[in-house]
Each structure stands twice: as structure tokens, then as C-alpha cells.
């Protein structure tokens, strides 16, 4: 079965600093691996994916992630931190081999503190 | 990506009536699903919404519980049916435009309280 983990509830960062929010997946085949971000009342915004190749993804806000297939992991990352990144982060995970059929299933999300 | 659009954004309901909530996209979209996000929790798959025949439900989803039409490849409803407080939660929908490109972009989302 599909399984995403984001262990941390919660990461701490003061501004400028770089950040790391973690996530471990499970599927059966090949991953396709998604961030997103949920700011205060709002959607979840598409941040970056994971289909295949380059293991380093950029994506959108001067976020990326890297794929680790041993690990299993796709840290989302980012070299200096805002305030304005302040948010709810989810990790989300789509096994390649499930056909037309395209749940994703997400991780319990981590909420991002960026401090002035 | 679309422009996903959702109606109402939000709504305070009395326990046992129902709420329909739509989803218009701006462009034609290949799939459209519904999800759940109960508070402080993560999402959920409700369905995948089906253009011109039923919609695909997730375990512990029924469809007398969340009926879902899909009149077209542009407009999708879900209808939370005889809602009790267990149903407060925000639902979302989102789509998968043509292409090949395997990202779903959510729509804002419809908050709801249960009374």
C-alpha cells in the first residue's frame, strides 16, 4: 500500500536561514512524488513534482526537493527562508504503476514557522 | 495549470440538510476529483468524478452519503447529504488537465460547519 510520513509536525527556522522539510514514502513501483502549500484559508498551491531524471527538482518560490530512491525520501528544500514561506506543507505520493487510476495519497502535512 | 473555482467558499449548516458545493474550471479538464481535509488533518480522496457516468468512490465513501455529478469536462458538484457535525471539514476539488501532465491543481476549497 501507498504510505507517505512527514515526521515533523512542525520546523522552526529563522529567516534566511535554509530550511528542510522531510518526507519518506512508500509505493509498490515507481514514485511520482508532489509538494504542495496550504496558506491560511486558502487551496493547496502546487509547489514541485517528481516524475523521472534529474533527481534535484525546482519548483516554484526558489523551493526544491531532491528524490532519493534508497532513502525513499523527497525533502523539500530551500536556501534561505521568508516569512512569507510561514504555511502548512504536504507531501504527497502517486505509485506509477497505478494506471489511469490517480489517487494521490498525503503525508499529515508540517507546518513551516519562518521567524523575523 | 487551471483556474479552479469553488462555490460557496464557506457555509454554517444545520445537522441533517444537505449542501451542494461546485467546482468550475476555465478549461477543459481530463479528470476531476473531490477531497476531504477534516480540521487540522490532512486530505483525503472522496471521489473521482466520472463525465457522463458515475462517479469512483473511495473506501468508507458512499455515494448516498456524497452524490457527485460531472455534467461536463468543466463543472463538477458534490453534495454532502443529511450532514451531521463529523462532517465539518473543508472539501476541495481538484482537476488533471489534458496533456500528460500528472499534477492535480486544487481549487480554493468550500469550508463547512455543521451545527
Known amino acids: 500500500a501507498q504510505s507517505v510520513a512527514q515526521p515533523e509536525d512542525q520546523v522552526n527556522v529563522a529567516e534566511g536561514n535554509p530550511l528542510t522539510v522531510k518526507c519518506t514514502y512508500s509505493v509498490s513501483g515507481n514514485p511520482y512524488l508532489f509538494w504542495y502549500v496550504q496558506y491560511p484559508n486558502r487551496g493547496l498551491q502546487f509547489l514541485l513534482k517528481?516524475?523521472?531524471?534529474?533527481?534535484l527538482v525546482k519548483g516554484s518560490y526558489g523551493f526544491e526537493a531532491e528524490f532519493n530512491k534508497s532513502q525513499t525520501s523527497f525533502h523539500l528544500k530551500k536556501p534561505s527562508a521568508l516569512v512569507s514561506d510561514s504555511a502548512l506543507y504536504f507531501c504527497a505520493v502517486r505509485d506509477a504503476f497505478s494506471g489511469g487510476y490517480n489517487k494521490l495519497i498525503f503525508g499529515a502535512g508540517t507546518r513551516l514557522a519562518v521567524h523575523p | 495549470s487551471a483556474v479552479i473555482s469553488q462555490k460557496p467558499s464557506r457555509d454554517i449548516c444545520q445537522r441533517g440538510t444537505s449542501l451542494t458545493i461546485q467546482c468550475q474550471v476555465d478549461s477543459q479538464v481530463t479528470m476531476m476529483f473531490w477531497y476531504r481535509q477534516q480540521p487540522g488533518q490532512s486530505l483525503t480522496l472522496i471521489a473521482t468524478a466520472n463525465q457522463g457516468s458515475e462517479a469512483t468512490y473511495e473506501s468508507g465513501f458512499v455515494i448516498d452519503k456524497f452524490p457527485i455529478s460531472r455534467p461536463n469536462l468543466t463543472f463538477s458538484t458534490l453534495t454532502v447529504s443529511n450532514m451531521s457535525p463529523e462532517d465539518s471539514s473543508i472539501y476541495l476539488c481538484s482537476v488533471k488537465t489534458s496533456g500528460g501532465s500528472d499534477t492535480q491543481y486544487f481549487g480554493p476549497g468550500t469550508r463547512l460547519t455543521v451545527l
Open positions: 517528481y516524475i523521472t531524471g534529474d533527481n
